[in-house]
């Protein structure tokens, strides 16, 4: 086990770079802070232009980051390069939502929100993603309002060129949708009885979705099967929910604790507690072998843990 400290009051995204070798955590303050875990070198605070990290996504096929901070739009940074770049230009009109990245990292697409006179347009945007991360524009299409959920728009459904998340208005019917991407072609939908849910993950192979509502865990098939649901217990809060990489695996945070359970049976397998502050965003690393957790005692630590 190791804490990498960290410089801002509290991180509630992580992320791990698909070599294993980065850990990245956003939240408060300006920029994010990334540690070489395998060097086990210092963090380091880049991307200082953005402010309030809300996205973290790693592009696959080149480990370029990109972030979506709430402030000062999209950026991206290598991490082989030191190279960091605005990845869309900044007005403060236009908001864009989380980028959802392909499998192979070539392909970016991002929700965005335009302030007219006449109220908010939405539209969705794909963008080619170059060496770098440079983007070029294209297409885009007229889009629904995308509920967020987490901070999370949607994502691209492994192995497909669907984008999946929520969707639909508040106080009104929705669900979970998935879309192809360029022509907005409905696949399939989900539809749920409540739309104001916590956090949400789909699953490594696309299949299931998990998320939580009113603190309770529902994991549920995207062919319609019936959800499992693990009750709250009285007063239980729950935050910071992952898959692990082999889809057999569901970690969470509550108090102080982080549990891992079995996905299928809810039966817990481990539970941790470090003592650095009650656990907000949990990340498995890409060969399953190690987890990161982010603590919010005021100073910003992640904690590093093997699971062998």
């Known amino acids: 086990m190791r804490v990498l400290p960290g410089p801002t009051k509290s991180n509630s995204v992580l992320a791990w770079s698909p070599c294993g070798r980065f850990v990245v955590a956003g939240g408060t303050g300006d920029g994010v802070t990334i540690w070489d875990v395998s060097a086990g070198e210092p963090g380091a605070r880049v991307l200082a232009g953005g402010h309030g990290g809300e996205a973290l996504r790693f592009a696959r096929g080149t480990g370029v980051l990109f972030v979506s901070f709430r402030s000062c739009g999209l950026w991206s940074y290598d991490p082989a390069t030191g190279h960091q770049r605005r990845g869309l230009p900044y007005d403060y009109r236009t908001g864009h939502g989380a980028p959802a990245l392909s499998d192979d990292g070539r392909t970016l697409v991002v929700r965005r929100s335009r302030y007219v006179n006449t109220g908010s347009v939405y539209a969705v945007a794909g963008y080619t993603v170059g060496d770098g991360g440079a983007l070029a524009a294209r297409w ?114 509550t108090g102080r604790l982080v549990r891992l359970i079995d996905a299928d049976t809810f039966e817990e397998r481990r539970a941790f507690d470090w003592g650095t502050g009650k656990p907000r965003a949990v990340a498995f690393s890409p060969d399953g072998l190690r987890a990161a957790v982010s603590g919010d005692a005021g100073r910003g630590w992640v904690t590093v843990f093997d699971l062998d």
């Open 140 to 253: 885009e299409r007229p889009s629904e309002r995308w509920l967020l959920s987490g901070r999370v728009d949607f994502v691209f459904r492994p192995g497909t060129d669907q984008l999946f998340g929520l969707s639909g208005e508040w106080g009104g019917p929705g669900g979970f949708a998935w879309y192809t991407a360029e022509t907005g072609e409905a696949v399939g939908t989900l539809a749920l009885e409540s739309v104001r849910i916590g956090p949400w993950e789909l699953s490594p192979d696309g299949a299931r979705v998990a998320w939580f509502l009113n603190h309770a865990l529902h994991v549920q098939p995207l062919d319609g099967s019936a959800a499992r649901v693990l009750p709250a217990e009285p007063g239980e809060f729950r935050r910071g929910l992952a898959w692990a990489p082999d889809g057999r695996t569901l970690a969470y945070a």
